[in-house]
């Protein structure tokens, strides 16, 4: 059965794994983005089928916006063009999640913001949780308990008491 041109909206396994051979590289998919999928070097590769039903790819345009920013790239999806962090899309592609990535920035270990090879890539915590901290005494004992965010402080308080509101 010959497939057809219209047909084909989502690159085929095949395509990819050629490409891989082709350019010695490995690609992960972007998530959010069928058409796009980022090597561990901080390549960002879009694959399309023009009307000729070959698949094309080509890499993705980097841009920056300041000279103190990081390299940017330019995503299209069913909703729009979005514009993304190429560290960002490499760092989640291949670094390991941390458990709660609100209190994590995204750092380059030897501050190239242009090199953005996940080897390069790593997870800190934020300055202000390592600087900053809640400290609370109990006032029965004395003892001083340290919390990195309000919301520890919180999980800690709903974990540890129960609060029941009553009418008198």
């Given at each position: 059965?010959?497939?057809?041109?219209?047909?084909?909206?989502?690159?085929?396994?095949?395509?990819?794994?050629?490409?891989?051979?082709?350019?010695?590289?490995?690609?992960?998919?972007?998530?959010?983005?069928?058409?796009?999928?980022?090597?561990?070097c901080?390549?960002?590769?879009?694959?399309?089928?023009?009307?000729?039903?070959?698949?094309?790819?080509?890499?993705?345009?980097?841009?920056?916006?300041?000279?103190?920013?990081?390299?940017?790239?330019?995503?299209?999806?069913?909703?729009?063009?979005?514009?993304?962090?190429?560290?960002?899309?490499?760092?989640?592609?291949?670094?390991?999640?941390?458990?709660?990535?609100?209190?994590?920035?995204?750092?380059?270990?030897?501050?190239?913001?242009?090199?953005?090879?996940?080897?390069?890539?790593?997870?800190q915590?934020?300055?202000?949780?390592t600087?900053?901290?809640?400290?609370?005494k109990?006032?029965?004992?004395?003892?001083?308990?340290?919390?990195?965010?309000?919301?520890d402080?919180?999980?800690?308080?709903?974990?540890?008491?129960?609060?029941?509101?009553?009418?008198?």
């Open positions: 059965m010959v497939e057809s041109i219209l047909t084909i909206t989502t690159p085929r396994p095949s395509d990819i794994k050629l490409l891989e051979e082709q350019q010695g590289i490995i690609l992960k998919p972007i998530v959010g983005f069928k058409d796009a999928w980022v090597s561990r901080g390549k960002v590769v879009k694959l399309h089928y023009p009307l000729t039903g070959d698949a094309c790819y080509y890499y993705a345009t980097l841009t920056v916006r300041r000279q103190d920013q990081r390299l940017m790239v330019t995503l299209k999806s069913s909703e729009g063009s979005t514009m993304r962090t190429l560290s960002g899309l490499v760092a989640r592609a291949y670094l390991e999640a941390p458990k709660d990535p609100s209190r994590f920035d995204l750092i380059n270990i030897d501050e190239d913001r242009s090199n953005c090879h996940a080897d390069n890539l790593a997870w915590l934020k300055s202000h949780t600087n900053y901290y809640y400290e609370v109990d006032t029965r004992d004395g003892s001083v308990m340290e919390f990195d965010t309000k919301k402080f919180h999980d800690w308080v709903n974990k540890t008491f129960t609060f029941n509101r009553k009418k008198r």
